[in-house]
């Protein structure tokens, strides 16, 4: 049996891991955390709505309930406190699974400073579909590289997105500019001059999108596109639920979905 602790538990994420938990006979979320602003019951059935999951507790503060879980699932949301949550559950020992998205370069490195001591999975897109256009992107730039095909990354999301661009376009865009030894990267364009050696990023922001990313190859007579498409978010729920049953018991180390997936 997994059991995890959800940080975020009342958001849109968190909502679909609790709701889904009770699907799984080997997984249980044994406590919430969500910020004190949001809680108005100590009881997380009664506060999410899933009378299943009454008597399990709510709290603000993860290490009052760390000793119950294995496993600490980081949906909060707010960058800052994933790494405060991932600090505090990496030195009592428990594995982290990070959803949240937005960190600086310095957050991640210091979040991996911390599986020193736990084993952490952190992926910008917990999707198993998303993982697998991330290792297609990586198969196709290594084949057209130095074949004179330019490439641009699209994605769209729902209005109420706050990051921008997401954190699944910006991984694509760093395996994109490994492969291809592309720095330059303009994020939209307007004006007058030619596309030059670069990389365009781009974000749509608008209604109730779940998720969308699409990556061009642009060559002379040819277009490749690889595109995912997520039309429930119940996608990165199960992602997420599937990553914490397969970290628990693992070695201390930094960890990706592609690992999870063996790819």
Partial sequence: MTRAIVCGALGRMGKSILRLSLEYSDFQVVAGVENPNCINSIDLGEASGI????GVPLTSRLEEVLPF??????FSGNPTAAVSHAKLSAFANKAVVIGTTGFTSEEIEEIKSYSNNAPILLSPNMSLGVNLLFKLVEIASKVLKGRGFDVEV???HHRFKKDAPSGTALKLADILSKELSIERRVYGREGISQRSEEMGIMALRGGDVVGEHTVYFFGFGERLELTHRAS???IFARGAIEASRWIKGKEPGFYSMFDMLGL
């Fill in 51 to 54: 009378q299943e999951l009454k």
């Fill in 69 to 74: 879980g294995d496993v600490v699932i980081e």
């Fill in 154 to 156: 699209l994605e769209i």
């Fill in 232 to 234: 429930s978010r119940d």
